[in-house]
């Protein structure tokens, strides 16, 4: 009887590990998952740039120094390392210069009528929203994942999983985190 | 979120819910194919005095293998055949400004979903809407109205794609698919067999010995109730399905603000749609619980009360834009965007 009841205990606790287990290794491949799909959305708008700027370069010529600073973020960006916090970094200040270079190709009404500009424009502007809407998943999804690992008792398996803290895509700071918003405002084609 | 219900849970109440319709119309297909049976199982007992004369339920059978049948189809096909029926085209290379900010924004909303990229229909009609179908999100199918696309910004076009969205997150789509295959079904069976009685009604008839006993009252009784059923499983069926789609509406609201991080934007695009109220004239009653706002332009959906909570699709607009923009006030007042006050 005693044995049985043993027995029925190691079983309950294997499933349970392995459940655990398998629960871990899927939230971190989702993780992974999550942060490849930033990845691919970043390198749509390196690609994207240079289009832009070679469009915009003969009307604009006034603004060489915000053109020249997007091409600066944008060859940092692609420099940067691999890491969550050096690219959140170089590719937050990218942002930061396309927001700069919309608003400024606002006040050029022969361009903003151009269908060529509208039309990369839209596609920039749909890239750094998809930068966004990647990155608002990846971050949900890895807090879920370092929660479960952190949670008793998960935690347990933790390291059986290999399982490790990932890190958060955090904007550097308030004045970055509030240049989205100046591009959403621009995305309205009308009022 | 503010939404009562976290992801899981609403998927989790789709499955057991899809499981329970399930559950529901077998019980109902085999009362009305089994009923009948049994009503011609008495009627026949009755009247041979214990020798039993009706031996195979040939209605059952019949009735269970074309309910089977042409429910699979209706499964498979449904989605399809949705998108057929409103004149639906897909956009497979978007010429337009405005069409390819649709398709930005569906691959956007695919992205903050982390689901596939669900395919982008347009359907040229004047009035505003939007509706979205499939089984699952691999199958899924977001359309909109050329209405809606030259009415809102950006910013709400994102909002109203994030709502259908929502529905196939949530696994909206996959119970509204099944749920319009069987009432499809029931509505067949239902118009196929009244017309199979009229011809048949003489094998309960009374020619039998003059009396009959209990068995043939209680055949009777089965009988009454049997064609009593068959002739209102049409209307119970719709309104059921009405009530399914109904209190999903809310959710999607709510999930489309959880993937924009902008309520307000779904509460000003509902606005609009709502102040170009006119029929959907492409949009047929068929597909009229799927859209994001009631396409037949019912006054029934604008109320709230009794009647309106059994024959609406749709919850009251101005409900929906009230708790969004609670949504949006909450949002502004975590962000400590609020004027003090």
């Given at each position: 009887?005693?044995?049985?009841?043993?027995?029925?205990?190691?079983?309950?606790?294997?499933?349970?590990?392995?459940?655990?287990?398998?629960?871990?290794?899927?939230?971190?491949?989702?993780t992974?998952?999550a942060?490849?799909?930033?990845?691919?959305?970043?390198?749509?708008?390196?690609?994207?740039?240079?289009?832009?700027?070679?469009?915009?370069?003969?009307?604009?010529?006034?603004?060489?120094?915000?053109?020249?600073?997007?091409?600066?973020?944008?060859?940092?960006?692609?420099?940067s390392?691999?890491?969550?916090?050096?690219?959140?970094?170089?590719?937050?200040?990218?942002?930061?210069?396309?927001?700069?270079?919309?608003?400024?190709?606002?006040?050029?009404?022969d361009?903003?009528?151009?269908?060529?500009?509208?039309?990369?424009?839209?596609?920039?502007?749909s890239?750094?929203?998809?930068?966004?809407?990647?990155?608002?998943?990846?971050?949900?999804?890895?807090?879920?994942?370092?929660?479960?690992?952190?949670?008793?008792?998960?935690?347990?398996?933790?390291?059986?999983?290999?399982?490790?803290?990932?890190?958060?895509?955090?904007?550097?700071?308030?004045?970055?985190g509030?240049?989205p918003?100046?591009?959403l405002?621009?995305?309205?084609?009308?009022? | 979120?503010t939404?009562?219900?976290?992801?899981?849970?609403?998927?989790?109440?789709?499955?057991?819910?899809?499981?329970?319709?399930l559950?529901?119309?077998?019980?109902?297909?085999?009362w009305?194919?089994?009923?009948?049976?049994?009503?011609?199982?008495?009627?026949?007992?009755?009247?041979?005095?214990?020798q039993?004369?009706?031996?195979?339920?040939?209605?059952?059978?019949?009735?269970?293998?074309?309910?089977?049948?042409?429910?699979?189809?209706?499964?498979?096909?449904?989605?399809?055949?949705?998108?057929?029926?409103?004149?639906?085209?897909?956009?497979?290379?978007?010429?337009?400004?405005?069409?390819?900010?649709?398709?930005?924004?569906v691959?956007?909303?695919?992205?903050?979903?982390?689901l596939?990229?669900?395919?982008?229909?347009?359907?040229?009609?004047?009035?505003?809407?939007?509706?979205?179908?499939?089984?699952?999100?691999?199958?899924?199918?977001?359309?909109?109205?050329?209405?809606?696309?030259?009415?809102?910004?950006?910013?709400?076009?994102?909002?109203?794609?994030?709502?259908?969205?929502?529905?196939?997150?949530?696994?909206?789509?996959?119970?509204?698919?099944?749920?319009?295959?069987?009432?499809?079904?029931?509505?067949?069976?239902?118009n196929?067999?009244?017309?199979?009685?009229?011809?048949?009604?003489?094998?309960?008839?009374?020619?039998?010995?003059?009396?009959?006993?209990?068995?043939?009252?209680?055949?009777?009784?089965?009988?009454?109730?049997?064609?009593?059923?068959?002739?209102?499983?049409?209307?119970?069926?719709?309104?059921?399905?009405?009530?399914?789609?109904?209190?999903?509406?809310?959710?999607?609201?709510?999930?489309?603000?959880?993937?924009?991080?902008?309520?307000?934007?779904?509460?000003?695009?509902?606005q609009?749609?709502?102040?170009?109220?006119?029929?959907?004239?492409?949009?047929k009653?068929?597909?009229?619980?799927?859209?994001?706002?009631?396409?037949?332009?019912r006054?029934?959906?604008?109320?709230?009360?009794?009647?309106?909570?059994?024959?609406?699709?749709?919850?009251?607009?101005?409900?929906?834009?009230?708790?969004?923009?609670?949504?949006?006030?909450?949002?502004?007042?975590?962000?400590?965007?609020?004027?003090a006050?």
């Open positions: 009887m005693g044995l049985i009841v043993f027995l029925i205990v190691v079983v309950v606790v294997l499933v349970w590990v392995a459940s655990a287990y398998n629960g871990l290794i899927a939230l971190k491949n989702q992974v998952n942060w490849k799909q930033i990845d691919v959305q970043l390198k749509r708008r390196h690609d994207l740039i240079p289009n832009l700027v070679n469009t915009v370069k003969g009307s604009m010529n006034f603004e060489k120094d915000t053109l020249q600073a997007v091409v600066d973020a944008r060859s940092k960006a692609m420099a390392g691999g890491g969550v916090r050096e690219t959140a970094a170089a590719e937050g200040a990218l942002t930061g210069a396309l927001g700069k270079l919309f608003v400024v190709m606002e006040r050029y009404p361009l903003k009528s151009s269908q060529n500009v509208r039309d990369l424009q839209e596609e920039l502007s890239t750094e929203n998809k930068i966004a809407f990647a990155r608002q998943l990846y971050n949900d999804v890895a807090t879920g994942y370092n929660t479960k690992q952190q949670q008793f008792p998960t935690n347990l398996v933790a390291g059986l999983a290999k399982a490790e803290h990932a890190e958060l895509w955090e904007l550097e700071d308030k004045a970055e509030a240049v918003q100046v591009d405002s621009l995305q309205k084609p009308q009022g | 979120m939404a009562g219900l976290n992801l899981f849970e609403q998927q989790a109440r789709n499955r057991r819910l899809t499981v329970a319709w559950a529901l119309f077998i019980l109902f297909f085999a009305l194919g089994f009923g009948g049976d049994l009503a011609f199982y008495l009627a026949a007992a009755s009247r041979t005095e214990g039993v004369a009706y031996r195979f339920p040939w209605i059952g059978v019949v009735v269970t293998s074309i309910a089977a049948i042409v429910a699979w189809v209706s499964w498979r096909k449904g989605p399809q055949q949705v998108l057929w029926s409103t004149g639906a085209r897909e956009l497979v290379a978007p010429q337009t400004l405005e069409e390819k900010q649709l398709v930005n924004v691959e956007e909303m695919a992205i903050a979903a982390g596939p990229k669900p395919k982008t229909y347009v359907i040229d009609d004047p009035d505003p809407n939007a509706f979205a179908t499939g089984r699952d999100a691999t199958t899924a199918c977001i359309a909109v109205t050329t209405g809606l696309l030259a009415v809102v910004n950006r910013e709400e076009l994102q909002a109203v794609v994030a709502h259908e969205m929502g529905h196939v997150r949530n696994l909206d789509v996959r119970l509204m698919t099944l749920i319009a295959s069987l009432v499809g079904v029931i509505v067949v069976l239902s196929g067999m009244g017309r199979m009685l009229r011809g048949s009604g003489s094998l309960l008839g009374g020619r039998g010995r003059k009396g009959g006993g209990p068995l043939l009252v209680a055949a009777a009784i089965v009988f009454v109730l049997w064609v009593i059923t068959l002739i209102l499983a049409p209307f119970i069926s719709r309104i059921m399905a009405m009530a399914v789609s109904r209190d999903r509406e809310y959710l999607a609201d709510a999930t489309g603000a959880e993937l924009t991080r902008n309520p307000g934007a779904l509460a000003s695009a509902l609009k749609i709502e102040t170009h109220e006119a029929p959907t004239t492409h949009i009653e068929g597909a009229a619980h799927l859209c994001i706002a009631d396409p037949l332009g006054d029934v959906n604008l109320k709230d009360g009794r009647l309106a909570d059994l024959l609406a699709t749709h919850p009251p607009m101005a409900k929906r834009i009230t708790r969004l923009k609670g949504m949006a006030f909450q949002q502004l007042k975590a962000a400590g965007q609020l004027p006050s």
